[in-house]
């Protein structure tokens, strides 16, 4: 699925990895996020067999005009979880509504685990 919506310009088509990509730049971007982790097993595999995996830790489904995101992170050693979970949400969707011009409804995170 991608992204579809229109304006006085025209139509407008984002790919749900062009989302992706963008959220996995974001959340690299938080302070206390240490890296992107794969969501599972077979997407690691997956991940390690194909080009380009920046959107790895990141599920992007779309539903007309909203958005439903799911980011998989391991966290910092030290640092208040809940703090950079708040910090990751507010900042991702702020800057995907600005992006994309669409409703961001939902942001899931999964701590995996927490890195030095």
Same mark, same amino acid.
């Given at each position: 699925?991608?992204?579809?919506?229109?304006?006085?310009?025209?139509?407008?088509?984002?790919?749900?990895?062009?989302?992706?990509?963008?959220v996995?730049?974001?959340?690299?971007d938080?302070?206390?996020?240490?890296?992107?982790?794969?969501? @599972?097993?077979?997407?690691s =595999?997956?991940? *390690?067999?194909?080009?380009?995996?920046?959107?790895?830790? !990141?599920? &992007?489904?779309? #539903?007309?005009?909203?958005?439903?995101?799911?980011?998989s992170?391991?966290?910092?050693?030290?640092?208040?979880?809940?703090?950079?979970?708040?910090?990751?949400?507010? @900042?991702?969707?702020?800057? =995907?509504?600005? *992006?994309?011009?669409?409703?961001?409804?939902?942001?899931? !995170?999964? &701590?995996?685990? #927490?890195?030095?």
């Amino acid at each position: 699925m991608s992204a579809k919506t229109n304006n006085i310009y025209g139509k407008i088509i984002i790919t749900n990895k062009t989302i992706g990509r963008f959220v996995n730049h974001i959340a690299m971007d938080c302070y206390g996020i240490v890296e992107l982790v794969p969501f @599972s097993l077979f997407e690691s =595999v997956k991940g *390690f067999f194909t080009f380009g995996s920046e959107g790895k830790g !990141v599920k &992007v489904r779309s #539903v007309g005009d909203r958005i439903f995101i799911d980011v998989s992170v391991i966290v910092k050693y030290g640092v208040s979880i809940k703090a950079v979970v708040e910090a990751l949400k507010e @900042s991702v969707k702020y800057k =995907v509504e600005r *992006f994309t011009g669409m409703i961001v409804d939902t942001i899931n !995170v999964n &701590v995996v685990g #927490v890195k030095k």
